[in-house]
């Protein structure tokens, strides 16, 4: 039922001679795949940190792994370029440019939902930004800087189903299965509107949830709104949304627990985005695509503790 993670991508293309390399990421450049993405941030030049910081190690290595999903259209999607697009993805370059990194400095790395803490407290990766809900459990392993953007839970059926109108029809069918994600939160949320725990199917990453919606297996999938409007979105005519939001989703960038100065770095970094409009147009070039989208407002940062 699960997919093996993909990971280090980056890692893998520089791995080639650094001439093959070197062509194979202007090849990326130029060959518009990214087109839809604006034009990453430029790095800042001047960035300069307190010595033993995670911002001067990331800086001086010139380097900064980051864990963001591969299969979310809208957030973090692998496509044809073999490199990850979305309103994630592009938060990741805003974030490394104001360490002084660009994005050829990034290795992505794909961070399923069950896996991002580990993949944080392992230091497998700087930072994991991975439409990654803020909430107390995780903060036990992790710390969160952000929150960068608000989503909500929602459900999502086939085009022409209509025995779901939103969670609270899921009892009255026990027939119908709902598929989620193993350690997301919507996993979680979704158990006190089931008939049994059997309506309730889980996989590794969503692409396999809509997967087994196209094939019957399912006839719901929920997690957050704006993953499942980039669904509906790729899969034209396939899907709809139904229901209002049950729930409120804060998408914070995790990071080694207790890195209060990072974390503080991370929410300077995205008040400058904000100001300078790198947010803004991190959205409309990614998410804010899809019909039906709102251009967000960076909501105010938690207090890094
Ligand atoms: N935001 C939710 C979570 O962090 C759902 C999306 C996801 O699984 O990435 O669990």
């Known amino acids: 039922m699960t997919r093996s993670t993909r990971t280090h991508r980056r890692t893998r293309t520089l791995g080639l001679t650094a001439a093959a390399a070197a062509s194979l990421l202007l090849l990326t450049a130029c060959g518009g795949g990214s087109s839809d993405a604006g034009d990453a941030p430029e790095p800042v030049e001047s960035a300069s940190f307190e010595a033993g910081t995670t911002m001067a190690e990331l800086s001086q290595a010139g380097a900064i792994t980051i864990g963001t999903k591969f299969d979310q259209p809208g957030f973090g999607l692998v496509g044809l370029t073999d490199e990850p697009e979305g309103f994630d993805v592009e938060v990741g370059k805003g974030i490394a440019a104001q360490l002084g990194?660009?994005?050829?400095?990034?290795?992505?790395?794909?961070?399923?939902?069950?896996?991002?803490?580990?993949?944080?407290?392992?230091?497998?990766?700087?930072?994991?930004?991975?439409?990654?809900?803020?909430?107390?459990?995780?903060?036990?392993?992790?710390?969160?800087?952000?929150?960068?953007?608000?989503?909500?839970?929602?459900?999502?059926?086939?085009?022409?189903?209509?025995?779901?109108?939103?969670?609270?029809?899921?009892?009255?069918?026990?027939?119908?299965?709902?598929?989620?994600?193993?350690?997301?939160?919507?996993?979680?949320?979704?158990?006190?509107?089931?008939?049994?725990?059997?309506?309730?199917?889980?996989?590794?990453?969503?692409?396999?949830?809509?997967?087994?919606?196209?094939?019957?297996?399912?006839?719901?999938?929920?997690?957050?709104?704006?993953?499942?409007?980039?669904?509906?979105?790729?899969?034209?005519?396939?899907?709809?949304?139904?229901?209002?939001?049950?729930?409120?989703?804060?998408?914070?960038?995790?990071?080694?627990?207790?890195?209060t100065a990072f974390c503080e770095f991370v929410n300077g970094a995205l008040q400058t985005m904000s100001e300078d409009g790198s947010y803004e147009e991190a959205w409309t070039s990614t998410a804010g695509e899809y019909e039906g989208t709102e251009v967000p407002t960076l909501p105010t940062a938690d207090p890094c503790v």
């Open 101 to 259: 990194l660009s994005e050829d400095d990034i290795t992505w790395v794909e961070a399923p939902s069950a896996q991002r803490e580990d993949l944080i407290t392992q230091g497998s990766v700087d930072m994991v930004i991975a439409t990654y809900t803020i909430n107390d459990t995780r903060k036990e392993r992790i710390t969160f800087a952000g929150p960068y953007y608000v989503a909500g839970q929602q459900i999502m059926v086939g085009a022409n189903e209509d025995r779901l109108t939103g969670p609270d029809d899921l009892r009255a069918n026990p027939d119908l299965k709902i598929c989620s994600v193993n350690g997301s939160t919507p996993s979680e949320n979704i158990r006190e509107y089931l008939a049994s725990p059997d309506q309730l199917v889980l996989f590794e990453v969503y692409d396999d949830c809509v997967t087994a919606m196209k094939n019957g297996q399912v006839q719901a999938l929920t997690t957050d709104n704006v993953i499942l409007t980039g669904y509906v979105a790729e899969n034209e005519g396939e899907f709809k949304l139904v229901g209002e939001q049950f729930t409120e989703e804060p998408y914070g960038i995790g990071i080694t627990k207790g890195d």
